[in-house]
């Protein structure tokens, strides 16, 4: 019944910015953590960033400073904005919700050009 839809990934220059969003139906997550993952090439799943109910985020070193992670409860959305992107952003990104299950985007391309 849950679905999660991400838009907004695309080919950026280094230095770029993007702005990733991620939409969910079939249910409400007001209550659940809901965060973005990225998988590059011969590397494994990682969290970029995390967001609470409470609001209370979590970055990864490599993008603090860089990424901010949001959220509307309302409109049961998160979305990640990038800032001064590098070449080793490069990935694709997920989004991922969790309360009682964990529910996965389809993930989204990400390509910051050279």
Do not use: H
Request: a positive charge; proline letters at 2%; hydrophobic letters at 30%.
């Amino acid at each position: 019944q849950v679905q999660l839809v991400e838009s907004g990934g695309g080919l950026v220059q280094p230095g770029g910015s993007l702005r990733l969003s991620c939409s969910a139906s079939g249910t409400i997550f007001s209550l659940a953590t809901m965060g973005w993952y990225r998988q590059a090439p011969g590397k494994q799943r990682e969290l970029v960033a995390r967001i609470t109910s409470g609001g209370s985020t979590n970055y990864a070193d490599s993008v603090k400073g860089r990424f901010t992670i949001s959220r509307d409860n309302a409109k049961n959305t998160v979305s990640l904005q990038m800032n001064s992107l590098k070449a080793e952003d490069t990935a694709v990104y997920y989004c991922k919700v969790t309360l009682i299950n964990e529910y996965w985007g389809q993930g989204t391309q990400v390509t910051v050009s050279s």
